[in-house]
């Protein structure tokens, strides 16, 4: 019974977290993900270009995520944060990812705390998977990421319109250097 103690008081820690998480989305507006989503096109390194605001990646540049298919079917999940510059020294977090449904991912950093993890759901990839917007239904994350460090102008308005037909305000989007 003493070892759930601990356990027990890191989650009753997070829950503060999350219950006041900042909202970037109207929740009222219903979100929906890429149609013939394809996981193993989706694999790879991928390059952070915009976020809204998150207190895991403040002060990050040069972010990436790298997504590996495991053996036990589940996703790896690599993140790579720069602090303060694209040169700052390198933060990196490991977690896995459950795939819940078509583009719907569940990813979790704490594997020893398996109850908690986060929706990340793929909302839009472009057919050459060179851009995806990413979000969550609670609206307290959300991403626009590149196979590459740039992003062309006409890519980004359509992330950024993904992101308001979701519901979310992306004039509250930050750019992340790289």
Not at 97 to 106: D, K, P
Not at 124 to 131: A, I, K, L, N
Not at 132 to 151: C, E, H, M, Q
Request: hydrophobic residues 40%; charged residues 20%; aromatic residues 10%.
């Amino acid at each position: 019974m003493s070892r759930f103690i601990p356990l027990a008081l890191v989650a009753l820690m997070a829950l503060p977290l999350s219950a006041n998480a900042e909202t970037y989305r109207d929740r009222s507006v219903p979100m929906t993900v890429a149609p013939n989503f394809d996981l193993n096109r989706y694999l790879g390194l991928w390059y952070e270009i915009a976020r809204f605001p998150f207190s895991f990646e403040k002060g990050c540049a040069g972010v990436t995520a790298e997504y590996a298919l495991r053996e036990d079917g589940k996703v790896n999940v690599l993140n790579t944060c720069h602090e303060g510059t694209p040169d700052g020294p390198v933060r990196v977090s490991e977690g896995s990812a459950t795939v819940e449904g078509n583009a719907q991912l569940s990813v979790g950093f704490v594997s020893f705390l398996p109850f908690i993890a986060g929706d990340y759901w793929v909302l839009h990839v472009e057919p050459d998977y060179s851009m995806a917007v990413v979000g969550a239904p609670k609206g307290s994350t959300g991403w626009i990421l590149s196979r590459d460090k740039t992003l062309s102008a006409a890519k980004y308005e359509r992330a950024l319109q993904v992101l308001r037909d979701n519901g979310y305000d992306a004039s509250r989007l930050e750019i992340v250097a790289h």
